[in-house]
């Protein structure tokens, strides 16, 4: 079934777009995940060319640049989680399924591998943005809920948008068309969903 967008925040194409010097952006999980992981290809779910190719081309340039790169830590909480769903994947391809806590706790050498994958990942991560910081105390908590009525994001990016609106920062580049519904921020993407309702919606904008 096709996603329905109401499209709220302000579209940017990044394959139409020169990151600036004066550019703020948080660089949402999904992007770190293709950017970071060594093999995030070999995944169940494989990501799709323009996903590893666009995004990391783009936020390398946006360095390049000088433009400021944060990180959310909740983005290293989900990356984390998703590096282990991805190792999962892998090993069960030549091994069968088995369950998470399964391979979470009965394989050693398995949990080694998550863990120096999780490592290296998170390291870059840390090494190429600074952090922006959350307090995930119960005024956060109810502005982040109220969210839910009219911004249709997941758990995470509830939070991780409040970090952002603390510190000033509406520029995110990623995937997640969820983004897309949240007025106040400009989304920079390359999924063509998102680029399609925006330009529909005359939300789509050229710098």
């Given at each position: 079934?096709a996603?329905?967008y ?32 060594s ?7 494989p ?40 190792e999962?994947?892998?090993y ?43 307090t995930i ?7 982040a ?28 580049i990623t ?19 998102v ?13």
């Open positions: 079934m996603i329905n109401t499209v709220q925040a302000e579209v940017v194409d990044i394959s139409a777009d020169a990151p600036r010097a004066e550019d703020v952006f948080l660089v949402d999980t999904n992007v770190w995940y293709w950017l970071t992981y093999r995030a290809s070999q995944s169940a779910r990501p799709a060319y323009y996903q590893t190719s666009n995004y990391p081309n783009y936020t390398n340039t946006a360095l390049g640049a000088g433009a400021r790169i944060f990180q959310s830590g909740l983005s290293l909480a989900e990356l984390t989680h998703l590096i282990e769903k991805a999962r994947e892998i069960e391809a030549t091994n069968g399924q088995i369950g998470t806590k399964e391979y979470r706790h009965n394989l050693p050498a398995e949990r080694a591998q998550v863990f120096a994958e999780v490592q290296a990942a998170c390291g870059l991560v840390t090494t190429l943005a600074e952090p922006l910081t959350v105390d119960s005024p956060t908590a109810t502005s809920l109220n969210r839910l009525q009219s911004e249709r994001v997941d758990g995470y990016d509830l939070f991780i948008l409040e970090s952002m609106r603390s510190h000033g920062v509406v520029q995110v995937d997640d068309g969820d983004f897309a519904t949240v007025p106040g921020i400009q989304v920079f993407t390359a999924n063509r969903n680029i399609q309702a925006a330009r529909a919606q005359g939300r789509l904008i050229t710098r």
